[in-house]
């Protein structure tokens, strides 16, 4: 049967990971998260990115990903890809406003947001 012989070589190329959603329940949970931010903000090579920039936008991007790191990933390398073309070679939260996200993230927005704002919700270490 020729379907089987296809998915059975297509299955056998990749291993499925899981990653939970990080979250922000306590301090151990934040210093993770910011940790997260300054690994991935040594890895991206924009020439006027100032260091600290992703953990100055902690907040935001935890709100835009909603704690998911694809997510988290998919805009921050739009925001690098868009700074290039742009020619500023930095992020800012405004160059990252600009950026569309998946659906699941843009949904949980509006709540993380407001959380935020009201203070029930924060990547600061207390």
Known sequence: ????????????????????????????????????????????????LREGTLERLADYLYTRSSGHFSSLMAIITRACHRAVRNGDET????????????????DARRTLAADMTAGRLTTAIR
């Open 1 to 48: 049967m020729p379907g089987k012989h296809v998915q059975a070589q297509t299955s056998r190329r990749w291993t499925r990971y899981t990653l939970s959603r990080f979250t922000l329940a306590d301090n151990n949970e934040r210093k993770v998260w910011i940790t997260l931010l300054k690994t991935i903000e040594k890895h991206l090579v924009l020439a006027n």
């Open 91 to 106: 992020l800012t939260r405004a160059l990252i406003d600009g950026i569309k996200n998946d659906q699941a993230a843009e």
